[in-house]
């Protein structure tokens, strides 16, 4: 899509889903950041922040289930999700609802592009069933489709081939191992997050986000109007309906943009 008068409009997706549970991958927390991405502070225009009805109030979803099938300890990442809906009301919505008011946002507001730090997890394409799709299959027995006219990319995609370069990688040699920490998972890898990612962006170490669906897109957004600034005309020849898996392991070898861009390959 041709983005008009002189804006890009796009729409940042996040969602919180189910996980080892009898039926994992289905959201029950659907955030979205709608806005112009050629702004030079993070000005969105409209938010969207909805607990799925059918999928919270299904306890029995929210228990971890082990190998044999035995329930043995609640996600705690609902727990706040319940509390937030008990006091807030307004934010619970059947499926459909919640996918109408998104279809109808991309369209009122012109929106040209659609991504997610993880395309393929959350809404996903081709033979990849992200959250969405699986949700709005099990829930309303159709296929999802993304709104026609708009394009796509995957921002994590974007993210690993372009922010992840060698300047990051001599920036990390430049930490201490606190600091270092700070950016590492329990397994001692480095990590890939949107939040590591902009912790390396503002050099701020010790940021922190609370993971909700919206708090999360809020700051994919902030990494997207960055990489827009630094990047659009890239994105738009190499990612736009072109979304490529992530390898974190070539990724982590401190390989240039060049490189990272000749191993992802062009156009299928």
């Known amino acids: 899509m041709t983005p008009k008068n002189n804006r890009t409009m796009a729409c940042v997706i996040d969602t919180e889903c189910t996980y080892i549970s009898k039926s994992p ?52 990442a609902m727990r706040m999700a319940w509390k937030d809906a008990i006091r807030n009301p307004h934010k619970v919505k059947k499926w459909k609802h919640i996918i109408e008011e998104f279809n109808d946002l991309i369209v009122s507001m012109g929106i040209d592009y659609i991504t997610s730090y993880n395309f393929n997890f959350d809404i996903g394409q081709g033979d990849k069933v992200g959250t969405i799709r699986k949700t709005h299959q099990q829930l309303t027995d159709k296929i999802f489709y993304l709104p026609r006219n708009v394009d796509y990319f995957c921002l994590m995609d974007i993210v690993a081939t372009c922010m992840a370069n060698r300047n990051f990688y001599a920036w990390v040699k430049t930490l201490s191992q606190e600091e270092l920490d700070q950016i590492t998972t329990l397994k001692g890898n480095l990590s890939y997050s949107a939040e590591t990612m902009l912790r390396a962006l503002s050099k701020d170490l010790y940021y922190v986000e609370q993971h909700t669906a919206l708090r999360d897109a809020r700051m994919e957004f902030r990494l997207l109007m960055e990489c827009w600034r630094k990047w659009d005309k890239l994105i738009k020849s190499d990612f736009v309906n072109n979304v490529k898996s992530v390898n974190w392991r070539t990724h982590n070898k401190g390989l240039t943009m060049k490189e990272k861009l000749a191993l992802r390959g062009g156009r299928k």
């Open 25 to 76: 991958n289905m959201v029950f927390h659907f955030g979205g950041v709608f806005g112009d991405i050629t702004q030079k502070h993070s000005l969105h225009t409209m938010e969207m922040d909805y607990y799925v009805l059918e999928i919270i109030e299904q306890i029995d979803l929210f228990l971890h289930t082990n190998k044999q099938g035995v329930d043995y300890a609640i996600n705690p």
